[in-house]
């Protein structure tokens, strides 16, 4: 009989590309329960489904104002839930995806332990609010200490974010990239346009409108297609309205993950400027990079430290002077078949290097060790 190892994410599950990543590892090796919302995802032997009603997110106020941290636990409507129907003591290990779930998984009493993988930096996901700075963060920062600390293996998605948990917290956290599971295929020509391509959340923070405004300002033959997540549908038709008229710029509907790569590979070069408004902005090495290299496109990013430091390294594209859309701009008007030509190469090359299948170790590795 193998072991049982559940999965806890307090994420739609199949569309979370990390826990499906997981998920699929694990799975090869133990017996898999998923816990989180929507179906269960592929790999999954006993899934149990968070309500849809249900809103992980929230948190009492009060309890955070008053910093009656344990409170704010029991109080949240999904952990309230998922107490009355999670059954206690029959996992091996419970691997708990970000800060929210660590308790939840330690109150399941695993019989190896807990394994954390932190698909961010907790304490500082909101940092340009206020509130959340003054309110929200100190709760994480609890989580972090009294939880997270405590965990028999931690892993995180960067080298950037791994530092700042060992620097506030002293928390050892391998990294575990968003790598992409390999893809074999060889790169498509470059079309004319030169097609752009940009794939993920809707979220205002993120100001998708730079690569909207840097496309239809340059003197380039260029398009783009955005293919994003309804986050937050007000900011979503902000985007659709500002690309119905143009004749450049598509917004799309998103696709499933299992389809995304390939959908993606139909373009030339990958483009994500994000402007760093917060800790995690800035560290990101997202699941998009490594889905550009597998879909055997070029990447445009901005200079964030760790996309950049790898597309300079392997010649994958190019790095914008700063986060602007005139930044953006001057990089597109300088775009030729030849460079873009080059850069799918380079992407084709490093593809087997970098896929999830030679950079997931560390997730095995940590439950094995659980299981010892």
């Known amino acids: 009989m193998s072991a ?6 307090f994420s739609l599950l199949t569309e979370d590309a990390r826990v499906l990543k997981q998920v699929r590892l694990l799975a090869q090796d133990y017996q898999v329960t998923t816990v989180g919302y929507g179906p269960a995802p592929p790999g999954s032997s006993e899934h149990y489904r968070i309500p849809d009603e249900l809103v992980a997110w929230h948190k009492d106020r009060r309890a955070l104002i008053l910093h009656r941290y344990q409170q704010v636990q029991t109080t949240n409507p999904v952990i309230a839930h998922l107490r009355q129907v999670l059954p206690r003591g029959r996992a091996d290990v419970v691997v708990a995806n970000d800060a929210d779930t660590v308790p939840l998984a330690f109150w399941l009493r695993p019989r190896g332990g807990v394994h954390v993988d932190l698909h961010e930096y907790a304490p500082r996901q909101d940092e340009e609010s206020w509130r959340w ?24 998605v960067g080298q950037g974010l791994a530092r700042e948990y060992r620097r506030e ?18 790169p498509g020509p470059v079309g004319r346009p030169i097609r752009l391509v940009h794939s993920g959340n809707a979220r205002r923070n993120r100001n998708l409108e730079l690569m909207i405004e840097a496309v239809e300002a340059a003197d380039a033959d260029v398009s783009l297609d955005l293919y994003l997540m309804p986050n937050d549908p007000a900011y979503l038709e902000q985007l659709c309205a500002r690309a119905r ?15 995304l790569v390939e959908t993606i590979a139909a373009y030339d070069v990958g483009v994500f400027v994000l402007p760093p408004v917060n800790f995690n902005y800035l560290w990101t090495l997202p699941n998009k990079f490594f889905d550009f290299i597998q879909a055997r496109l070029g990447i445009i990013v901005g200079p964030s430290p760790q996309m950049a430091e790898l597309v300079r390294r392997h010649d994958l594209g190019a790095v914008t002077e700063d986060f602007t859309a005139a930044s953006l701009r001057e990089i597109l008007e300088r775009l030729s078949p030849d460079s873009v030509r080059r850069w799918k190469q380079a992407a084709h090359r490093l593809a087997p290097q970098v896929a999830a299948e030679k950079r997931l170790d560390g997730w095995r590795d940590a439950v094995a060790a659980r299981l010892r």
């Open 4 to 9: 049982a190892v559940t999965v806890l994410a």
């Open 133 to 156: 700075r003054t309110f929200v963060a100190p709760y994480y920062r609890w989580l972090c200490r009294t939880y997270v600390a405590r965990a028999g293996s931690v892993t995180t």
């Open 169 to 186: 917290f002293g928390i050892r956290a391998a990294v575990v990239e968003n790598a992409t599971p390999y893809r074999e295929a060889e």
């Open 245 to 259: 008229d143009s004749l450049r710029v598509r917004v799309h509907d998103p696709v499933p993950y299992a389809e």
